[in-house]
Nanobody
């Protein structure tokens, strides 16, 4: 399994970015995908997750601002990030969980700064 993430960059506070992640390889029909982030000096934390059935969960800090979605047929997951704040600055990682195993994509840097 490989995960390829894209979409990070520099944005001003209040702006928007969209992160995408495509999974390839042996992808089961039942799984969960999500986005985590790690800011300098902090632990990696869950930002948002979505199951193959469409159930979602979000970190409290991003509720109402971020939206996670997926296309099961393409094994892709997208994170739409609106109203970005400086504290959203971090390296964002795509994650795939299938029975008994988890995979990580390469990180993509999101910088929110004026």
């Amino acid at each position: 399994v490989q995960l390829q993430a894209s979409g990070g960059g520099l944005v001003q506070p209040g702006g928007s970015l969209r992160l995408s992640c495509a999974a390839s390889g042996s992808i089961f029909s039942i799984n969960a995908m999500g986005w985590y982030r790690q800011a300098p000096g902090k632990q990696r934390e869950l930002v948002a997750g979505i199951t193959s059935g469409g159930n979602t969960n979000y970190a409290d800090s991003v509720k109402g601002r971020f939206t996670i979605s997926r296309e099961n047929a393409k094994n892709t997951v997208t994170l739409q990030m609106n109203s970005l704040k400086p504290e959203d600055t971090a390296v964002y990682y795509c994650n795939l969980v299938q029975p008994n195993r988890s995979w990580w994509g390469q990180g993509t840097l999101v910088t929110v700064s004026s």
